[in-house]
């Protein structure tokens, strides 16, 4: 048997390589461009600032489904923010290595892997039953930060770890205890890190759908208190194709969503690569 | 206030916001177990698992079924994302040119940023008609798995890009130097190197096809059958859960719990699997 030259495998180890990389570029461009283009022509100011009036046919705009999603984010990140904020300065500057850390770690790693209707039914359980929030923003909202926690802790986390090492000796040379050098030199510095971290947990936040499903009640009126049900536009997209069969609006959110999403991903990207400039220039 | 008792303080309240992981992660052991347990006691745990109907009306819970359909898809999509996730790690971790990277990554990235609903109505309007030309109704367990497929990928690719990039310069210059291809330097020197990681990136995508629900929900079609061919339809775990927990009462609820035990055990076990063997990568190439 004649061996296959060296060269003539490489070559087609580089057929498969490419060809690899070429057909994921695909799956992006065709999701995201059919969605754009079987959306757009329901896209309209209209659209946006009218309110769905439900029946078959999906008729109406999305106006409190946005409400809703902007609702339940803010509410999200005002609870979000505080408890991974702390969660990744214990981390990043006061743990030491040891074995409660390793738990601390451990947890936070294993939390970051469960399923979405894992948390879902865990809302569903506390918030919604046993605590009689029922379906509202509130549960979803607090079921959302249980999800959330992870991200925004290994971000923030990252944020902290990326002001160099000098700017603490110097606070400590001059005489700060360890809280002042991190409430007034190390979070002004990693702000646009924290920043990012936010910006990239809205993200997620808008691109869930599981726990919010069995925890948002699914109403699609307007949300008058943290009470009251909701739907996000992710929520709003299955409810139309799955109940309503109502495709071309469910497409034209689904071109909501993919627009939203894009910039809030060309955003994080553009902050966290002008912070790390920054930060390495500082040094 | 002394600034000396602030700082006390401040540790303090930074310690607790830090447990809190930890301690929703054991919050929602202990409920979902409170809530699911006596499931066990009434059908047997045996009878549970190893069940293979599924009927909540006439007292029947049996989820093979549905551990069947996760088994499916979670296996399709694996088989489509392994070789594609490989090719494309290898790609941005050694082949593409800076220029053709920078376009690349960011694109891996937005695939992970895309909703799953997104991808789940993509699969229904696209994929699903398109499986009905081959045979069956559409909706399948081969739908499901391509949908699945474009979800699992990123997690796939980035783990192992990462894994690939860890593996000293040193191998690959030494096999260059000894006149390996560049392609017998990846293929025998740096895979190998980095076979943990790449193991870990393939877990890891099971965890999340395992746990994925609203794009299975839409193409995958519900019913609660054996899938015998791809192109049946079929009925996840998680989508078990999602699709009837809104009505479900009684013991129906408690049985809906108990299929989130079987999820939650079975992930929790898969990401302790992937963080060991990342663990035992890094320390076999530091050694090196």
């Known amino acids: ?283 | 206030m002394s600034r000396h008792f602030m700082d006390r303080l401040a540790r303090y309240v930074v310690f607790v916001t830090a447990t809190l992981s930890f301690l929703i992660l054991l919050a929602i052991a202990v409920f979902i177990v409170k809530e699911g347990a006596p499931t066990f006691e009434k059908v047997g745990v045996l009878d549970f698992l190893t069940g293979g109907v599924w009927r909540p009306g006439q007292g029947q819970y049996g989820i093979l079924a549905m551990i069947a359909g996760s088994a499916a898809v979670t296996a399709g999509s694996l088989l489509l994302a392994i070789p594609l996730g490989i090719a494309c790690a290898i790609l941005l971790a050694e082949v593409a040119p800076s220029g053709v990277r920078r376009f690349l990554r960011p694109a891996v990235e937005l695939l992970v940023g895309i909703p799953s609903v997104v991808y789940g109505l993509v699969g229904l309007v696209l994929l699903v008609p398109a499986v009905r030309h081959i045979g069956g109704n559409g909706f399948s367990v081969l739908a499901a798995s391509i949908v699945l497929m474009a979800m699992v990928l990123p997690t796939v690719i980035s783990i192992s890009e990462d894994s690939i990039r860890a593996v000293p310069v040193a191998y690959k210059e030494g096999a260059l130097a000894l006149g390996a291809t560049h392609w017998q330097t990846i293929w025998r020197v740096i895979l190998p190197a980095a076979r943990s990681g790449i193991g870990a990136s393939i877990v890891l995508g099971m965890g999340r096809a395992v746990g994925e629900t609203m794009a299975m929900i839409m193409v995958i079609g519900n019913s609660i059958v054996f899938p015998k061919s791809p192109l049946d339809p079929a009925r996840t775990l998680t989508g078990n859960i999602a699709v009837e927990i809104s009505y479900a009462t009684g013991i129906h609820e408690d049985a809906l719990f108990a299929t989130g035990i079987v999820l939650f055990l079975f992930i929790v076990l898969l990401n302790s699997i992937a963080v060991v063997t990342l663990k035992r990568g890094t320390h076999a190439q530091s050694l090196a």
């Not at chain 1, 580089?14 to 690899?20: A, E, F, N, Q």
């Not at chain 1, 078959?56 to 984010?73: A, F, W």
């Not at chain 1, 029922?134 to 549960?139: A, E, G, K, M, P």
């Open chain 1, 1 to 283: 048997m004649r061996r296959v030259s060296p060269r003539t495998t490489q070559a087609l180890a580089m057929v498969y390589v490419w060809g690899g990389g070429i057909i994921t570029v695909l799956i992006l461009v065709v999701v995201i461009g059919y969605v754009l283009v079987q959306g757009a022509p329901g896209l309209s100011l209209d659209f946006l600032l009218t309110a769905p009036q439900g029946g078959l046919s999906g008729e109406g705009g999305i106006s409190t489904v946005i409400v809703s999603t902007i609702y339940l984010v803010a509410v999200t990140v005002a609870m979000l923010l505080p408890i991974g904020l702390g969660a990744a300065i214990y981390l990043a500057e006061y743990a030491a290595d040891n074995r409660l850390t390793r738990v601390i770690r451990y947890g936070v790693e294993t939390l970051a892997g469960v399923p979405s209707i894992i948390f879902g039914l865990f809302g569903f359980a506390l918030f919604v039953t046993a605590l009689h929030l029922n379906f509202s923003i509130l549960s979803g909202a607090l079921t959302l930060v249980c999800l959330l926690l992870p991200t925004m802790i290994r971000t923030c986390e990252e944020a902290m770890k990326a002001v160099p090492y000098g700017y603490r000796e110097a606070a400590l040379a001059l005489g700060a205890t360890r809280w002042q050098m991190t409430s007034r030199v190390l979070l002004p510095a990693a702000l646009p890190g924290i920043v990012t971290a936010i910006i990239l947990c809205v993200g997620r936040a808008i691109e869930e759908t599981a726990c919010l499903y069995v925890t948002l009640g699914g109403s699609a009126a307007m949300p008058t208190s943290l009470l009251s049900g909701g739907r996000t536009l992710s929520l709003h997209v299955f409810y139309l194709a799955m109940e309503t069969n109502a495709f071309e609006k469910a497409m034209a959110t689904g071109a909501v969503l993919i627009i939203t999403i894009i910039a809030i991903n060309t955003l994080t990207n553009w902050l966290s690569y002008r912070f790390q400039r920054r930060m390495r220039g500082a040094v």
